[in-house]
């Protein structure tokens, strides 16, 4: 007779379930979030060679994500672009509406799914150590990056090389450290809960 032996099921804690009253605390952070993105997205430098600008959103998305988790990552970040179709001012230089869909908008489609990456990853601890988060943010970013150059691509009828070079090339600096100033942050935030 062999009796099973059933392991007890990992729960997944990222920041966001620390707060106390689970619907209306996700409501909020969901909302918080996106708006948070938001906020960012109103950092904006407009590079003359390309027609996507450079903007603070990306890291809103990539502390969003860890932060929330997968679920509530991609609520905020649906959120965020379905609330900005439907005319709420906060995507880069305050546009929003059906004039927003432009050959940037891959982008903020992007966003949902990159947050969904790095919420999944957070769930599994990543989010605990700098070096663990800076390999899930980069998967984060090549997925927001496959769908906003593919979209940039065609939109305007471009090449591969022509998209790549106008829609990811000039944004790898600027990336690059706002994943390093993301995966500093989440695990500084864990340590200080840990605090207390």
């Not at 996106?34 to 603070?56: D, E, K, R, S, Y």
């Not at 992007?110 to 969904?116: D, E, K, Q, T």
């Not at 990853?121 to 090549?142: N, Q």
Request: proline share 5%; hydrophobic share 55%; glycine share 12%.
């Amino acid at each position: 007779m062999s009796t099973a032996v059933t392991m007890p099921r990992r729960q997944t804690i990222v920041l966001a379930d620390l707060i106390p009253g689970a619907l209306v605390r996700d409501i909020l952070l969901v909302i918080g979030a996106a708006g948070f993105v938001g906020l960012l997205a109103q950092i904006t430098i407009h590079l003359p060679f390309t027609p996507v600008p450079m903007t603070g959103q990306t890291l809103g998305v990539l502390v969003a994500g860890t932060t929330l988790g997968w679920k509530r990552a991609v609520s905020s970040m649906s959120f965020y672009a379905l609330a900005g179709m439907a005319g709420v001012p906060w995507f880069a230089d305050h546009a929003n509406g059906y004039h927003a869909v432009s050959s940037s908008f891959g982008y903020i489609i992007g966003f949902v799914l990159c947050a969904g990456f790095c919420g999944f990853f957070a769930e599994r601890g990543v989010d605990r150590s700098v070096l663990k988060s800076v390999p899930a943010m980069i998967i984060g970013e090549v997925v927001l990056y496959a769908v906003g150059v593919t979209w940039l691509a065609v939109d305007l009828h471009l090449s591969a090389r022509t998209a790549l070079s106008l829609g990811f090339t000039p944004f790898l600096i600027g990336d690059s450290m706002k994943i390093v100033l993301a995966s500093v942050l989440l695990p500084g935030a864990w340590k200080l809960v840990g605090r207390r």
